[in-house]
């Protein structure tokens, strides 16, 4: 599967921003989904996830009651919808896929697909 991210931007502290990510190749059916970030000179963080069949949700502590992830299997797409950002969570954002459907926790290295990273740069 092909994962192809956008949305990403410049913007103030307290503003709102939603990264889009289209799946090109198979069907995200199957597949749970998510979002991890890189900031500059840190490893890779694991900021969401929206597992299939049941859509449950997982969030990263840093970005829980913030963020919400959503998906849309008829259109093959996921999304999320990040509200207050913080100067924090400036990073590049992946969108990626994991043939897992279930995990206590997740981890980048539970995802099998990933897109090219959106910067998301909050200013403070």
């Known amino acids: 599967v092909q994962l192809q991210a956008s949305g990403g931007g410049l913007v103030q502290a307290g503003d709102s921003l939603r990264l889009s990510c289209a799946a090109s190749g198979r069907r995200i059916s199957n597949y749970t989904m998510g979002w991890l970030r890189q900031a500059p000179g840190k490893g890779r963080e694991f900021v969401s996830a929206?597992?299939?069949?049941?859509?449950?949700?997982y969030y990263g502590p840093s970005v829980k009651g913030r963020f919400t992830i959503s998906r849309d299997d008829t259109e093959n797409a996921v999304a999320l919808q990040m509200d207050s950002l913080k100067p924090e969570d400036t990073a590049t954002y992946y969108c990626?896929?994991?043939?897992?459907?279930?995990?206590?926790?997740?981890?980048?290295?539970?995802?099998?697909?990933w897109g090219q990273g959106t910067q998301v740069t909050v200013s403070s």
């Open positions: 990626a896929a994991s043939t897992r459907l279930y995990a206590v926790g997740w981890r980048p290295s539970d995802f099998n697909f």
């Open positions: 929206i597992l299939w069949p049941t859509g449950r949700e």
